[in-house]
């Protein structure tokens, strides 16, 4: 980053430098304003779709700015505005859930018979009908649209400014400031109109496709207010209040006239004036309280009457104190810092505690019926959602997950006692907020019997990075016996006296036995639990059969492969491999925090052979595998950054690899392979530069475990200078030496110095809980290395149209998944074949304005059993226009399809279809976007190679257009 410093001599009296902005203990001198206002996001066209629009939110509320200036709307969602009815509730009385035995006969029986009977099958299982009805899902609350005619055509800047957390928009002569509320639930507008006197306000929300036709809005209106409530449908067998959940939206226009109505699809209010107007809108549910209208009307007049300076005072009262929590700057990275900054940021937006806790896409999704239920998926995705936020130094972003994975706990014993027949708490894959039981039975994804354990780790962190004795023993603590209970009854102990994982699902692979994400998480939860049962002095007659149990856990399987043994997904396994999702034979090393740097040098080794030689498909490893190198002491900044920047979108979130829908709240844990290529600490020991960077870099309290805040510099030869540590709860600290030759340990405040020992390459010393000590040099002291200024120069706009296209799909950058197998011949085409029935590919491209480009060219030839079909599609994956099968031809041909106009295209799906259930083609030579002025893109798709860029640290460049 380019970074505006200055070195300041030593003695601050001197110098000036005002040590309020000094970080206890470094020699940072910190411009928070300027430094955290040089990572802004700054756009120069119109974002047209709620997920790229600039991203707000308190915790609670979250809001997406989009639309041309003529159309500025604010997309709002809420955390706890849900479908809360349960589909799966009048299956499991009418068709009790399979007990574990029924489950492994029929899956037993199906190798017998080579049948694969829906017993065990997600897809065509007797549940399926239950669960695709979309239930237990979160919604929008609804829209609020500016609408000025008067402003079409006029020049566009639009700027999330994150110190404050607000955007703000200049338009012409017009402009407009939003801010959602960070103390109350109450977004705050100011705009101006500009030369216009009138324009109009609408309060929106559609019809939720999934309920039935008359569950519809309802609009108020009287005088400035406007108001919409909406009910869910009744189902007082699954949801606690009778009459159904419900919420409620209240808007008012503050400071201008304004006469408003209720009209059947909204309510609308025409506003006259040429100067500033503000607009307040808040929304409530009955989940908080009876009467969600009065609440939200009363949340506007409170903010009415307080006025909007003073909303603004308090609201950036919150920010600037967030933004001093913590600070990383990659000197010679800006992407990654600034990737940093708004992670921590994102997180923030979407996860506050006492509310319910962000699903998939957090609070920002973009349709009533999101991918997945947009619920808590929890094989490594909701997880991931909070990974970043303990070593940030921002552990209240986690209370949300532990609030849930606690209310969860009665559900998860019920489901060992009724599925299993043991005790303890069996966790899910799915979840939604107020569950009551397993919403997903019969399905493979419930058989990941590693669940139980990962979803205790996080509560464990909180207590390690906290040392909150309170916590461990009413959160996380009851959890995490239960869960080891579980185990207890699960494994099996062989002749041998070795622990096995009898059947398991490694997480969508594939059955089998011992997969090495169970072991790992399983010995880790029983480590935990005997730790935290002696912290808190309770179960010392089950602590010792944990601890057997943790050291004879079978080992991992492994296997030879070409390049030397490796880490195996499951007992069996090839080493081969296939191509993997979710990085299961990694896990071991990171979630399972058993292989590491601490670890000897030959399974260090066989870990490192094993990133090298798995395959993946790019879809859920995004932190997953980068964490296991960064664990492994590898510097992956250069390849995160490559990767990353592969998946962001100009608005700085980011999507999952093909999936383009909405924005991925758990990529935003991405911020742990950053801090943890930093300092590490996992063991309980403190590690400095673990991975030896490559670039000089900067860092300041940064949480460890054992509730330490950890600040220090590396230069550019890798040289430590000093490593500053304040200690909050009085632990003896362990930190791994920083640097060969003399070191010393003094108190920050008077300079006297502190006894230590050293062991093993470790130094130990005692500390005083809210005192900071500096670990320096006698011969290079902390107290004469100069002070230097951080800030950071004003940010570039971000390119909105994309100038890049690039592949993916199961035929591009990805390996072949089975049934399918793919070919390719330069110089013809990408070739997409299929043995039987249907197989998918997908080109991302753009966002490419439909207005401009109006036609679509794919030049296409196919084999004769072959037929083809094109559909291209907005970045939401809605179809914008479709070629229905047609049949392929020996020699290239152009399909055309005609676009829409005012829409956004984000990918072309291509299908190959077989005629004759034989292996069938098609070869795709190029695709073209024709404008009304004669102008083209267009991509010569023979000079791509699908077989290059399929590991993570090799993603070939986009294309450029």
């Known amino acids: 980053m380019l970074k505006k410093t200055v070195l300041i001599a030593a003695f601050l009296l001197a110098t000036g430098v005002s040590q309020a902005t000094i970080i206890p203990g470094t020699r940072m001198d910190v411009d928070w304003p300027a430094l955290i206002s040089g990572q802004d996001i700054i756009l120069t066209k119109p974002p047209q779709e709620i997920k790229y629009g600039l991203l707000l939110g308190n915790g609670d509320i979250g809001v997406s700015v989009f639309g041309a200036p003529e159309c500025i709307k604010l997309s709002i969602c809420k955390s706890d505005i849900w479908d809360y009815r349960d589909s799966i509730y009048e299956g499991v009385k009418n068709n009790p859930p399979l007990t574990q035995k029924q489950f492994l006969d029929a899956y037993t029986r199906s190798f017998v018979t080579k049948e694969e009977p829906d017993a065990w099958k997600e897809v065509t299982g007797p549940w399926s009908a239950l669960t695709s009805k979309t239930p237990h ?196 990275n800006q992407f990654m810092t600034r990737n940093w900054f708004f992670c921590n940021y994102a997180v923030e937006c979407s996860s506050r505690p006492g509310k319910v806790a962000p699903g998939l896409f957090g609070v920002w999704q973009s349709s009533d019926g999101p991918g997945w239920w947009g619920c808590y998926t929890c094989d490594y995705n909701f997880q991931q959602n909070f990974m970043g936020a303990f070593s940030s130094n921002h552990l209240e972003q986690v209370v949300p997950y532990a609030e849930a994975v606690h209310s969860w706990l009665p559900a998860a014993i019920e489901d060992s006692k009724t599925v299993y027949g043991i005790d303890g708490a069996m966790y899910f894959c799915s979840a939604y907020p107020d569950m009551q039981h397993n919403p997903h039975y019969g399905t493979q994804y419930s058989r990941v019997m590693a669940l139980s354990a990962w979803m205790m780790q996080e509560l464990w962190w909180y207590y390690q990075y906290s040392q909150d004795k309170e916590f461990l023993k009413k959160t996380a603590y009851p959890v995490m016996r239960e869960c080891a209970k579980l185990y207890e009854g699960y494994l099996t102990e062989a002749a041998d006296g070795k622990y096995d994982m009898e059947f398991t699902y490694s997480p969508e692979h594939w059955f089998g036995k011992n997969c090495v994400l169970d072991l790992a998480c399983i010995k880790y939860l029983m480590k935990a639990a005997v730790e935290a049962s002696t912290i808190l002095g309770v179960d010392a007659d089950r602590r010792k059969v944990w601890q057997h149990i943790a050291g004879n856990l079978r080992e991992y399987p492994t296997g030879d492969a070409p390049i030397g043994k490796v880490l195996l997904d499951k007992e069996g396994q090839s080493p081969t491999y296939s191509t993997y999702n979710v990085p299961v034979p990694l896990t071991a090393v990171f979630p399972g925090n058993d292989i590491g740097l601490h670890s000897p040098e030959p399974l260090q080794d066989i870990a490192r052979r094993t990133v090298r030689h798995m395959r993946l498909n790019l879809l859920n490893q995004y932190v997953l595998v980068p964490m296991a190198r960064v664990r492994l002491g590898e510097d992956v900044i250069d390849d995160f950054e490559t990767y990353t920047r592969a998946l962001r979108r100009y608005n700085g979130s980011t999507y999952l690899d093909t999936l383009l829908w909405d924005v991925w709240e758990e990529n935003f844990g991405s911020t742990i392979v950053i801090n943890e290529s930093l300092v590490q600490s996992y063991t309980g020991d403190i590690r400095i530069n673990p991975v030896k960077l490559d670039q000089p870099a900067r860092f300041a309290t940064l949480r460890t475990v054992g509730a330490f805040l950890v600040s220090s510099e590396i230069r550019p030869d890798g040289y430590i200078p000093y490593v500053a540590i304040t200690s909050e709860a009085g632990r003896q600290c362990k930190l791994i030496r920083p640097w060969d030759g003399e070191v010393r340990v003094r108190e920050a405040s008077s300079m006297k110095p502190v006894a230590f020992k050293e062991k093993e390459g470790a130094l130990l010393f005692d500390t005083k809980k809210g005192v900071t000590y500096i670990v320096d040099r006698p011969d290079d002291p902390w107290e004469k290395m100069p002070i230097t200024r951080i800030a950071a120069d004003e940010p570039d706009p971000e390119p909105v149209q994309w100038d890049v296209i690039y592949t993916g799909g199961e035929g591009m950058y990805m390996y072949a998944l089975k049934p399918y197998s793919f070919d390719y011949r330069p110089g013809v085409g990408i070739i997409t074949s299929t043995i039987a029935g249907n197989t998918t590919w997908q080109i991302l491209v753009g966002p490419i304005d439909t207005s401009r480009y109006s036609k679509l060219e794919v030049v296409s030839s196919g084999s004769p059993n072959a037929s083809i079909s094109v559909d291209c599609k907005d970045a939401g994956g809605e179809s914008l226009a479709k070629l229905d099968y047609k049949r392929a031809s020996d020699n290239y041909i152009t399909h055309t399809l005609a676009l829409p106009p005012a829409r956004f295209a984000g990918a072309i799906a291509v299908n190959t279809k077989s005629e004759d259930k034989k292996r069938a083609e098609n070869r795709l030579r190029s695709i073209r976007f024709l404008a009304q002025d004669g102008s083209a893109i267009d991509v010569d798709l023979s000079a791509i190679d699908p077989q290059k860029g399929l590991r993570l640290w090799e993603i070939p460049e986009r294309k450029k257009i």
């Open 137 to 332: 899902a979160p919604k929008i609350a609804g829209q609020v649209r500016i609408r000025n005619g008067s402003l079409a055509g006029a020049a566009y800047v639009q700027r999330l400014h994150l110190h404050d957390a607000e955007v703000t928009g200049d338009m012409g002569d017009a402009s407009i400031r939003t801010l959602v509320h960070y103390p109350t639930n109450v977004i705050a507008v100011r705009y101006t109109p500009g030369k216009t006197a009138e324009f109009d306000v609408e309060l929106y929300k559609g019809k939720i496709p999934q309920f039935p036709d008359g569950c519809l809005p309802a609009f108020g209106a009287q005088g400035r207010d406007m108001w919409l409530t909406y009910r869910f449908p009744v189902d007082s067998k699954t949801y606690a209040h009778f009459e159904g959940f419900g919420y409620a939206m209240y808007a008012r226009v503050v400071g201008a006239e304004a006469h408003s109505e209720a009209r059947s699809d909204q309510a609308v209010a025409r506003v006259r004036s040429a100067g500033p107007v503000l607009l307040l809108v808040s929304a409530a549910t009955t989940r908080e309280v009876a009467n969600p209208l009065a609440e939200a009307k009363r949340l506007v007049d409170e903010a009415e009457r307080a006025g909007f300076e003073k909303i603004v005072k308090k609201h950036r009262e919150h920010w600037h104190k967030f933004w001093r929590r913590s600070l990383v700057e990659l000197q010679k």
